[in-house]
Every structure is written in C-alpha cells, then in structure tokens.
C-alpha cells in the first residue's frame, strides 16, 4: 500500500510586509519546496511570477547541480522574472561540498543575485528575501498586484475605503 503523498507546503503562501526605500511594501511569498514530486505543481506557482528565490544546499552538490533546471522552469513560465540564488547552510561550511566562488560565477553567469544563508541560526536569511523584494520594488515589477499571481508579488500599502455594498431591496 503506498503511503499518502502529503505537500510540503505547512502554509503555501505567507503575506509579508517589507520596508523598501522608506515605503512599506506587502510581499507574499510561495513555498513550493522544490521537490521533484511536486514539479508540476511547482509550475503553477511560477507563472506570473515577479521574483524567485532558488535555494541549494552548500553541502549537497547535487542541489547545486539542479539550479540549473529549476532556473530554466522558473523562467519558462515567467519571462522576467527576478531570481536570487541562495546558498543555504552556511553554518556548515566545514561540510561544503560547493564553493562560493561556483555559486557566484553561477548567478553571475545567469543574471542572478546571490547570497548564502543559515536557516538553522537565520544568517542573512530576512537579508535574502530583503534584497529579492528590494530588486523587484526598484526595477518596477511590482508597482501592480495581480491576485492571480505566484511568487514574490508586491503590492502597494495605500488603504482604500471598503465598497459599500448595495442592496436591491430597502425595508419599510
């Protein structure tokens, strides 16, 4: 009997307010945990979207390896779109299986930003979706929310008065 495939996804998207240039700025953010079994779903997640974050693991170079591909997806369904590529793990840079000098030659070489992290002790991990937000708010990708968008979609702050419903019908 085959176990029960469950996402990997506790909570698929989570709404972020983020302070760029003095404004503050509402992100949210779409975990597809980049696993190969939900690829296909994966996919949905990337259309539309304004950035990506494409996360390997320092002492794994097989993970490194897939950024590739995941980069060729990402960008397959969102043309200009904004990746960061980050290097998690930095806490174990004894067991580093790649480079930093790799992975930056890597983002260089494909337009991407790049930075390692920790999410074990939370090094340079708000820096991350920090500069990834920040990237996006200043080249204009994120003046417009679409709500029918993926990834990392911005959204102005400015609070407008809620529609008064109208009714069809008055009672006496």
């Known amino acids: ?78 043309e200009n779109v904004s990746v960061t590529l980050v290097g998690n793990k930095s806490d174990l840079r004894n067991l580093r299986e790649v480079s930093t000098e790799s992975a930056r030659k890597f983002a260089e070489e494909n337009h991407l930003t790049f930075i390692e992290t920790s999410a074990l002790d939370s090094s340079n991990v708000e820096k991350a979706f920090t500069q990834a937000v920040t990237k996006i708010y200043r080249s204009g990708m994120g003046n417009v929310s679409n709500s029918g968008s993926s990834g990392i979609s911005l959204s102005s702050t400015s609070v407008s008065q809620p529609e008064k419903k109208k009714s069809c019908c008055r009672s006496a």
């Open 1 to 78: 009997m085959n176990e029960p495939i469950t996402s990997p996804i506790a909570s698929p998207e989570i709404t972020l307010p983020k302070l760029v240039d003095g404004r503050r700025v509402m992100t949210q953010i779409w975990d597809t945990a980049g696993q190969e079994r939900f690829k296909t779903v994966s996919a949905a997640y990337y259309r539309k979207a304004q950035g990506a974050l494409v996360v390997f693991d320092i002492t794994k170079a097989a993970t490194f390896d897939s950024c590739k591909q995941w980069l060729h997806d990402v960008r397959g369904q969102s």
